[in-house]
């Protein structure tokens, strides 16, 4: 078993930063994949940024060059360091790992960005 707990959504205006943290205990190494997917209201969730078993990161294209995902392995922490935010950057962002072809979710934090 793997849970995920997120932290760090808030309000912000547009053109202002934010840092999520996503912090996973139980049974994962830093070998399985974990990223972040947001949801905004009525639209199907997407993904936003996500590491690989090979160690590199995808990112949406809608966020490239203005979000970053990060990962302390010592700590089972991810972190999604969120720039130049958009009011269309609003939703519900959820923690996501890949554990052994299982998917686990974190409850998942509101990120709102006012115009």
């Known amino acids: 078993q793997v849970q995920l707990v997120e932290s760090g959504g808030g309000l912000v205006q547009a053109g202002g930063s934010l840092r999520l943290s996503c912090t996973a205990s139980g049974n994962i190494f830093s070998i399985n994949p974990m990223g972040w997917y947001r949801q905004a209201p009525g639209k199907q969730r997407e993904l936003v940024a996500h590491?690989?078993?090979?160690?590199?990161?995808n990112y949406a294209d809608s966020v490239k060059g203005r979000f970053t995902l990060s990962r302390e392995n010592t700590k089972n922490t991810i972190y999604l360091q969120m720039d130049s935010l958009k009011p269309e950057d609003t939703g519900v962002y959820y923690c996501h790992a890949e554990v052994w072809n299982l998917d686990y979710w974190g409850k998942g934090t509101q990120v709102t960005v006012s115009s």
């Open positions: 590491t690989t078993s090979g160690g590199s990161i």
